[in-house]
């Protein structure tokens, strides 16, 4: 019969034979020259029976031996896991936000852009979020104002009312991809919204990404 229960099992199993006589040889050695080297003293009368142990408190001083190097293991882990809750009491940096990839062409606004530099410089001045500077400066090293060659179509810059068929209107403005926020119904122009829109002409009936049908209202333009 061989170890069946687990490493960090403390609870008695079957040993095999020749391991307990083995450790009983060795334990009976012991107390042999243990008793030899006490030769001459007084000491409590013995039996030979003290000094050959059974098989029972063989197996109960090994798991005996195991409790206390298991209880030694968990012991060091608690002591790690107290040592990293107290590491946590400690600030720890915020995650890198991922930022927005630069599209080419980086078409702007005019608007948009005097509003990236703005707040790049604001940033630089404040010492505020570096990944915001580095998104910002990103951007602005290939940005270019947009042009519109037809104000009468959905193009780059418009901002685009339309109309459900429930009568409900939303007015939309494309622009760049640094601009873009949809709260504020700023869609930057390579967005699938956008291209639904563009080159639609008022009165035009539109499919919305989402299967909507709408009409366009309305288009301006303010670059």
Same mark, same amino acid.
């Given at each position: 019969m061989g170890f069946d229960s687990p490493a960090n099992n403390v609870g008695p199993w079957p040993l095999p034979r020749l391991a307990l006589e083995l450790f009983g040889r060795t334990v009976l $050695?012991? @107390?042999?020259? %243990? +008793?030899? $080297? =006490? @030769? #001459? +003293?007084r000491s409590p009368p013995t039996s030979a029976r003290m000094f050959k142990p059974t098989a029972r408190a063989i197996e109960r001083r090994i798991c005996n031996h195991r409790?206390? @190097? %298991?209880? /030694? +293991? =968990? &012991? +060091?882990?608690m002591s790690k896991a107290f040592t990293?809750?107290?590491d946590g009491d400690a600030p720890v940096a915020p995650p890198r936000r991922r930022g927005v990839p630069v599209p080419v062409p980086n078409f702007v606004t005019a608007r948009g852009l005097a509003a990236a530099r703005a707040e790049l410089d604001t940033v630089a001045r404040d010492g505020g979020d570096p990944d915001r500077a580095r998104e910002l400066a990103d951007h602005l090293a290939t940005a270019q104002v947009g042009s519109v060659?037809? &104000?009468? %179509?959905?193009g780059f810059g418009a901002a685009v009312t339309i109309e459900d068929? @429930? #009568?409900a209107r939303t007015t939309f403005r494309i622009v760049g991809a640094i601009e873009?926020?949809? &709260? &504020? #119904?700023l869609i930057g122009w390579q967005s699938a919204l956008a291209s639904a829109l563009w080159g639609a002409r008022?009165?035009? $009936?539109?499919? %919305?990404? /989402? #299967?909507?049908e709408v009409v366009v209202a309305a288009i301006t333009y303010e670059l």
């Open positions: $050695s012991e @107390a042999v020259a %243990l +008793r030899e $080297s =006490t @030769a #001459g +003293r409790a206390h @190097a %298991l209880f /030694r +293991r =968990t &012991r +060091r882990a990293k809750e107290d060659d037809d &104000r009468e %179509l959905v068929e @429930a #009568g873009a926020d949809a &709260r &504020r #119904g008022v009165g035009d $009936s539109v499919e %919305l990404p /989402r #299967g909507d």
